[in-house]
T-cell receptor, first 111, second 114 residues
Framework: DQQVKQNSPSLSVQEGRISILNCDYTNSMFDYFLWYKKYPAEGPTFLISISSIKDKNEDGRFTVFLNKSAKHLSLHIVPSQPGDSAVYFCVRRGYGQNFVFGPGTRLSVLP | AAGVIQSPRHLIKEKRETATLKCYPISRHDTVYWYQQGPGQDPQFLISFYEKMQSDKGSIPDRFSAQQFSDYHSELNMSSLELGDSALYFC?????????????FGEGSRLTVL
């Protein structure tokens, strides 16, 4: 059972436009959701997180929305830049520091 | 500040050999995690340590073992290597004092088993 789902394996967006990456989850017992960005052959880097008690968190060009009733969250990147091209992982942090990764979405920002 | 350091970055071994990967967490981080990422797969959690004690165990094969030492560095020992063990192995560290407790990842150790 995949607890964290990212149903779009890839996404292409024009530079300057909005990128929306989606994530669905099944287990409602979580503390935080985190988004990580990964370039090839590098470790994932932390982008932004959202607490289970919030529905929105914003940091610069990145905003994460959490809809607990739909068990859905999304990462918005505005405006998208070519350097944003990477694989994005949605990660659930359960209680007790248990992290579960989604399968990732490969974002390509086209110039 | 220095990030998570992993060594070696690349390792080539033959089947049935043994390999050891090392991880040096960020200073004052008390928790270390090991992840395995096979080709085309998402990172799979192997094992974690908090304050030198094993805190959680994921899909770590019995052939693998790990420990965290008094200086908080961790080592992942892999024995009787199989071709399927070829993967990128990530170490991550975090501090339980931080709000979201985000993981900080090293650059990974790429293991190739021939």
């Amino acid at each position: 059972d995949q607890q964290v789902k990212q149903n779009s394996p890839s996404l292409s967006v024009q530079e300057g436009r909005i990128s929306i990456l989606n994530c669905d989850y099944t287990n409602s017992m979580f503390d935080y959701f985190l988004w990580y960005k990964k370039y090839p052959a590098e470790g994932p880097t932390f982008l932004i997180s959202i607490s289970s008690i919030k529905d929105k968190n914003e940091d610069g060009r990145f905003t994460v929305f959490l809809n607990k009733s739909a068990k859905h969250l999304s990462l918005h990147i505005v405006p998208s830049q070519p350097g944003d091209s990477a694989v994005y992982f949605c990660v659930r942090r359960g209680y007790g520091q248990n992290f579960v990764f989604g399968p990732g979405t490969r974002l390509s920002v086209l110039p | 500040a220095a990030g998570v350091i992993q060594s070696p970055r690349h390792l080539i071994k033959e089947k049935r050999e043994t390999a050891t990967l090392k991880c040096y967490p960020i200073s004052r981080h008390d928790t270390v995690y090991w992840y395995q990422q096979g080709p085309g797969q998402d990172p799979q959690f192997l094992i974690s340590f908090y304050e030198k004690m094993q805190s959680d165990k994921g899909s770590i094969p019995d052939r693998f073992s790990a420990q965290q030492f008094s200086d908080y560095h961790s080592e992942l020992n892999m024995s009787s290597l199989e071709l399927g063990d070829s993967a990128l192995y990530f170490c991550a560290s975090s501090s339980r004092d931080r709000g979201s407790g985000e993981l900080f990842f090293g650059e990974g150790s790429r293991l190739t088993v021939l």
